[in-house]
């Protein structure tokens, strides 16, 4: 039995298939795809369940909390859980472990990427969009906002790439 | 058939999202080192699948669009927020370099074993509510609507279609070339580069 690891897509092959799946998409369901519209949405149940605070009727989460979580995003976001389960499975790359920065101790691992998160979760607020929902998805139709989504998500990353080179290297 | 089916139900939802978790797995985004790799330069992968995705969703909406298939008045095309688009593509950027993924490759990285992703996803809540606390301060100013609804790049450059089509794929052809086989570090002046012209195209 051969156990290593499948080789990856070619990357053009892997984002012609990204940009049809994309284009099926918005031709199926009027939009592109998203990730943070699910994550927002649950984060609005939970927090609301331990900080009534923070979803109060005026507030940004109210009226995700309002609404069920019974919404195509949830459903894509799930559909997206499963197929990069099948196919980590499929390509014999599927491995428990804590990944990060390869020197870093686990404690850091752990807080850099729940740092990264925060991040990563404010931005896409602000935006309305993360790199799939905004990036990817409204540069597709070549929107100004996609594109301009992108310019400070490359500049800000290599900029920031930079400064944290000595820990992923 | 009238495009789009409209259909946004659960059936929809895991089929599209399936694709979507494949593509992302196989293209190696469940890999935090790839992505940051992509920030120093490294590794082109990133850029050249999202950009190949972009080209090609974007060839075909326009493509459909002439031939009368769809309207994009019809489909979901955001509008500018200057400082909110901008604040957010940074901020996203930062969760790149810092924590290793986006919110998309998280998913795609939990589910093929990665357990920091899991807390990259919790970080993704409370940066949530972060912003759900700051709204009533910066909600004025990250929402603050720049030029027109649904502004498009045609209308921005007063360029048809098929030209900033053209002038996208150039940037990809180009990168993709001077980025090919063997990936060896890139030398200095390229990397310094090569983002600036896309950037500099793009804009």
């Known amino acids: 039995m051969n156990n290593t690891a499948k080789p990856l897509w070619n990357p053009y092959v892997a984002g012609g298939i990204l940009g049809l799946g994309l284009l099926a998409t918005f031709l199926v369901t009027g939009h592109g795809l998203g990730v943070t519209g699910a994550t927002t949405a649950l984060t609005a149940k939970v927090s609301g369940q331990i900080a009534p605070g923070t979803v109060a009727p005026h507030s940004y989460l109210g009226t995700y909390f309002k609404h069920s979580l019974n919404i195509w995003v949830v459903w894509e976001v799930i559909g997206l859980m499963l197929g990069a389960l099948g196919a980590s499975l499929y390509g014999r790359r599927f491995k428990l472990k804590i990944d990060g920065p390869p020197h870093a101790s686990v404690m850091v691992r752990i807080g850099l990427a729940t740092l990264g998160g925060l991040f990563s979760g404010f931005g896409a607020r602000a935006a309305m969009g993360c790199a799939s929902g905004m990036g990817l998805s409204g540069s597709a139709p070549l929107a100004v906002a996609g594109f301009l989504f992108l310019i400070g998500f490359f500049a800000a990353g290599v900029l920031f790439g930079q400064i944290s080179k000595g820990l992923w290297s | ?203």
């Open chain 2, 1 to 203: 058939m009238n495009f789009p089916l409209g259909n946004t139900g659960i059936l929809s939802g895991l089929v599209l999202g399936l694709i979507f978790g494949v593509v992302l797995e196989n293209a190696g985004f469940g890999t935090p080192c790839k992505t940051t790799a992509q920030l120093q330069f490294k590794d082109w992968t990133v850029f050249k699948v999202m950009f190949t995705a972009i080209i090609v969703a974007a060839i075909g909406l326009y493509t459909l669009q002439a031939l009368g298939v769809v309207a994009l008045s019809n489909l979901f095309v955001p509008s500018v927020y200057f400082w909110g688009t901008l604040i957010g593509g940074v901020g996203v950027g930062i969760g790149m370099a810092v924590g290793g993924y986006c919110p998309g490759t998280s998913m795609a990285s939990l589910f093929s074993g990665r357990i920091d992703a899991l807390f990259f996803l919790v970080g993704i809540g409370l940066g949530t509510i972060v912003f759900d606390l700051l709204y009533p301060l910066i909600g004025h100013i990250v929402y603050a609507q720049t030029g027109p609804d649904a502004w498009t790049l045609p209308q921005l450059l007063h360029l048809p279609g098929w030209a900033v089509l053209a002038l996208l794929t150039a940037v990809l052809v180009s990168v993709g070339y001077l980025t090919r086989a063997k990936q060896s570090p890139a030398s200095p002046s390229r990397s310094v580069e090569s983002p600036l012209t896309i950037a500099i195209k793009q804009s």
